[in-house]
């Protein structure tokens, strides 16, 4: 009697132990689930399928595992890549590109000042896509509000859809213009499965390569 008794407080004192684990991973993973990441110096690596708030690098590059989501994701000097399946709230970039791969979800805007900004398909951007120096090319995306640049080329492709407008700046500073910085023509393509569902803004000499029978608004030339 005494041995079964003995069996079973191990017994009761092993699930106390592995209900009290799961309680603390399950405390751990939901705190960690709340984290803001920051760093000044090196890159940050999102783990597949972690949930974090916001993400900030001054000098490092930004990589988020597949199946993880964050809020606000920015970095000065650095790249961002955003795997598969990946949701976030924006992500901003000064000098860097940012690429997402398949069926990423961005709540807000993707920008970027030096840099180019690839979707992959899937993809689906609530509101807009903007950069200033750099092209913007989506693949079978759809983007909420507008795509726009400066100084960088368009690529609409494999049934994108952007359903505001899409707008190319005009060259900015006299510095720029001086020096010759985006003399070249700015280039719009859109390919045959793709639609712009507002109108096409041009503020500068832009080269237009729209297929037949794409469905886009009217394009309007502001210079």
Do not use: C
């Not at 598969?84 to 000042?113: M, P």
């Not at 092209?135 to 994108?160: A, M």
């Amino acid at each position: 009697m005494k041995e079964v008794n003995h069996t079973m407080k191990l017994t009761a004192a092993t699930m106390l132990a592995m209900l009290l684990g799961g309680y603390l991973y399950s405390s751990s993973a939901n705190a960690a689930e709340v984290t803001d990441i920051s760093k000044v110096n090196g890159g940050i690596r999102v783990p597949a399928e972690e949930r974090v708030r916001d993400i900030s690098s001054v000098n490092g590059g930004i990589d988020i595992g597949s199946g993880a989501s964050a809020e606000k994701i920015e970095t000065v000097n650095g790249g961002i890549n955003l795997d598969d399946g990946v949701e976030i709230e924006r992500a901003e970039t000064v000098n860097g590109g940012i690429r997402l791969s398949r069926n990423v979800s961005v709540h807000g805007s993707l920008s970027t000042v030096n840099g180019s900004i690839q979707t992959s398909p899937g993809t689906v951007v609530d509101r807009r896509v903007s950069t200033v120096n750099g092209k913007i090319r989506l693949h079978d995306t759809r983007v909420g509000e507008n795509v726009q640049t400066s100084n960088g080329d368009i690529f609409l492709t494999d049934g994108s859809v952007v359903e505001g407008d899409i707008i190319v700046e005009s060259r900015g500073s006299w510095f720029g213009k001086f020096f010759g910085f985006g003399k070249q023509p700015a280039k719009i393509f859109i390919d045959a499965d793709s639609s712009v569902m507002g109108d096409i803004h041009l503020y500068r000499e832009v080269t237009l390569d729209i297929a037949d029978g794409v469905v886009a608004g009217e394009v309007i030339e502001h210079f």
